[in-house]
């Protein structure tokens, strides 16, 4: 690809200010895949008015985006390792202009569900692709890479906790197409900024197809897709009627993907190394059980306000967004926290404020006024914020450079798969809705998150950060 950062003659100090602007291009791309997991929580009821739906069949356009996400993370960030992350970083923006151009107008419901795939898919390529380009933009910054981490994990948490405010407002005024169109300015800005600021990618060699669709393991993307699909999809119904064949399906297809990746020539992912590498593992699973403690916080709470406490959507997103103020102010001192204390002290000190956090949930049992509520999602925004940082430090310092995209891909994975499980935990508790009588069933939430958040920190204490150690280094 012509253009871009590393093209020009520049001075350092016009070089750094470039860089610095294609961290803010990369941080608005990496926005779009939050913002529009959670945005869309309040078109709901309008599609369901727009096409004459019931609410089991419109939460299809929430699940077919969390299923792609999760499916399509790794996978856009192994195309991004072998491909290059701006490469694929600019593709995903174009693919979400095309979408959300063209899903606004779709015939049927069914159409916007394929145009949410497309979405998912579009902005899938994002976060992968900005850990790959943290370690050049860190040298041309000069800028360490917490910070740089915690600029892009800033914009992470404001998507996803701005989304609803955001949505309330265009669903209202507009429609539900807003929310599509809303996204074609945002990656118009983030793929020409990337474009033409951010390090070009490594010089590719001319490859043969045959050869590159040999080297791609087809096979093992097609089982590994197929192995989240089955499990999200049967976990997602496990209420009212489980889906019980998804099961055994789920386990073949694992079972045929670890068969094929440690046969195959060049894996998708070489499980090999990463059984060998358990800093990584663990790093995957404390965010699985991190993103499975702040969701069931993060979408329970928001049900019980509109349900028990008989707020609307727009007043709920409002009392919802000191989690995301505290989490945009308090992520500078988190980046501060891992140069000066270590990264081990910082992960200790989340795990341990996220415990506090989620014990506070509680109070919302005992009374729903707006000053408690505002109280406890700004309690829950400080220990998400230092663990959200500290933990995509984590990745970094866990992960092969070479490897930095798929590894990135699969830490997306890990939260959304604990999203998915918060859903599936709020709908058995929440089985018969939570209306006047919620109390119990709150605090029984309130407890398996707070037991899950000890586990949570438990964990956290058994990681070692010898890699990245090694990785500063580098």
Same mark, same amino acid.
């Given at each position: 690809?012509?253009?871009?950062?590393?093209?020009?003659?520049?001075?350092?100090?016009?070089?750094?200010?470039?860089?610095?602007?294609?961290?803010?291009?990369?941080?608005?791309?990496?926005?779009?895949?939050?913002?529009?997991?959670?945005?869309?929580?309040?078109?709901?009821?309008?599609?369901?008015?727009?096409?004459?739906?019931?609410?089991?069949?419109? +939460?299809?356009?929430?699940?077919?985006?969390?299923?792609?996400?999760?499916?399509?993370?790794?996978?856009?960030?192994?195309?991004?390792?072998?491909?290059?992350?701006?490469?694929?970083?600019?593709?995903?923006?174009?693919?979400?202009?095309?979408?959300?151009?063209?899903?606004?107008?779709?015939?049927?419901?069914?159409?916007?569900?394929?145009?949410?795939?497309?979405?998912?898919?579009? +902005?899938?390529?994002?976060?992968?692709?900005?850990?790959?380009?943290?370690?050049?933009?860190?040298?041309? +910054?000069?800028?360490?890479?917490?910070?740089?981490?915690?600029?892009?994990?800033?914009?992470?948490?404001?998507?996803?906790?701005?989304?609803?405010?955001?949505?309330?407002?265009?669903?209202?005024?507009?429609?539900?197409?807003?929310?599509?169109?809303?996204?074609?300015?945002?990656?118009?800005?983030?793929?020409?900024?990337?474009?033409?600021?951010?390090?070009?990618?490594?010089?590719?060699?001319?490859?043969?197809?045959?050869?590159?669709?040999?080297?791609?393991?087809?096979?093992?993307?097609?089982?590994?897709?197929?192995?989240?699909?089955?499990?999200?999809?049967?976990?997602?119904?496990?209420?009212?009627?489980?889906?019980?064949?998804?099961?055994?399906?789920?386990?073949?297809?694992?079972?045929?993907?670890?068969?094929?990746?440690?046969?195959?020539?060049?894996?998708?992912?070489?499980?090999?190394?990463?059984?060998?590498?358990?800093?990584?593992?663990?790093?995957?699973?404390?965010?699985?059980?991190?993103?499975?403690?702040?969701?069931?916080?993060?979408?329970?709470?928001?049900?019980?306000?509109?349900?028990?406490?008989?707020?609307?959507?727009?007043?709920?997103?409002?009392?919802?967004?000191?989690?995301?103020?505290?989490?945009?102010?308090?992520?500078?001192?988190?980046?501060?926290?891992?140069?000066?204390?270590?990264?081990?002290?910082?992960?200790?000190?989340?795990?341990?404020?996220?415990?506090?956090?989620?014990?506070?949930?509680?109070?919302?049992?005992?009374?729903?006024?707006?000053?408690?509520?505002?109280?406890?999602?700004?309690?829950?925004?400080?220990?998400?914020?230092?663990?959200?940082?500290?933990?995509?430090?984590?990745?970094?310092?866990?992960?092969?450079?070479?490897?930095?995209?798929?590894?990135?891909?699969?830490?997306?994975?890990?939260?959304?798969?604990?999203?998915?499980?918060?859903? +599936?935990?709020?709908?058995?508790?929440?089985?018969?809705?939570?209306?006047?009588?919620?109390?119990?069933?709150?605090?029984?939430?309130?407890?398996?998150?707070?037991?899950?958040?000890?586990?949570?920190?438990?964990?956290?204490?058994?990681?070692?950060?010898?890699?990245?150690?090694?990785?500063?280094?580098?």
């Amino acid at each position: 690809m012509a253009g871009g950062a590393g093209d020009d003659e520049s001075t350092p100090l016009q070089s750094k200010r470039r860089a610095t602007w294609a961290v803010g291009s990369i941080s608005l791309g990496t926005l779009l895949n939050p913002l529009n997991s959670s945005m869309i929580a309040v078109a709901l009821f309008d599609l369901q008015k727009t096409f004459t739906l019931g609410i089991a069949e419109a +939460t299809w356009v929430i699940t077919a985006f969390y299923l792609a996400s999760a499916a399509g993370q790794p996978l856009m960030g192994r195309l991004g390792d072998r491909f290059g992350p701006r490469r694929l970083f600019v593709f995903g923006m174009a693919v979400v202009i095309v979408v959300c151009v063209l899903t606004p107008f779709a015939p049927s419901f069914a159409w916007v569900c394929v145009g949410r795939v497309g979405l998912a898919i579009g +902005t899938a390529t994002a976060f992968p692709s900005a850990v790959a380009m943290v370690r050049p933009l860190s040298a041309r +910054t000069g800028t360490s890479t917490p910070r740089l981490l915690g600029r892009i994990q800033i914009a992470n948490t404001a998507g996803a906790a701005i989304g609803p405010v955001i949505g309330g407002l265009l669903v209202s005024t507009l429609g539900w197409q807003a929310i599509f169109a809303v996204n074609v300015p945002l990656a118009a800005i983030a793929l020409i900024g990337t474009w033409m600021l951010a390090p070009t990618d490594a010089a590719r060699r001319r490859e043969r197809i045959r050869t590159m669709v040999l080297q791609s393991d087809i096979p093992g993307i097609v089982l590994f897709v197929g192995t989240l699909v089955a499990l999200l999809v049967f976990l997602l119904g496990l209420t009212p009627t489980p889906i019980w064949w998804l099961l055994p399906v789920a386990v073949a297809a694992a079972a045929g993907f670890v068969w094929r990746e440690l046969t195959a020539s060049v894996p998708f992912i070489d499980l090999r190394l990463l059984a060998k590498n358990r800093s990584l593992m663990m790093v995957y699973l404390c965010f699985a059980v991190f993103n499975l403690v702040y969701y069931t916080a993060f979408f329970g709470l928001p049900q019980l306000l509109q349900e028990h406490g008989h707020y609307d959507a727009g007043i709920t997103g409002l009392l919802m967004f000191p989690l995301a103020a505290v989490t945009i102010g308090l992520t500078p001192l988190g980046a501060r926290w891992i140069e000066t204390r270590g990264l081990r002290f910082t992960l200790i000190v989340g795990g341990l404020g996220l415990i506090v956090g989620t014990g506070l949930l509680a109070i919302a049992a005992v009374t729903v006024s707006p000053i408690a509520i505002l109280l406890i999602t700004a309690a829950m925004g400080a220990p998400y914020c230092v663990v959200s940082i500290a933990m995509s430090q984590a990745l970094y310092a866990s992960a092969a450079p070479k490897d930095a995209g798929v590894a990135a891909g699969i830490f997306q994975t890990s939260r959304y798969v604990g999203a998915i499980l918060a859903t +599936t935990l709020l709908g058995i508790v929440f089985v018969g809705g939570s209306g006047p009588d919620a109390a119990p069933q709150w605090i029984t939430i309130v407890a398996i998150a707070t037991a899950l958040a000890v586990v949570h920190a438990v964990l956290l204490g058994a990681w070692h950060p010898r890699a990245y150690q090694d990785a500063e280094r580098a």
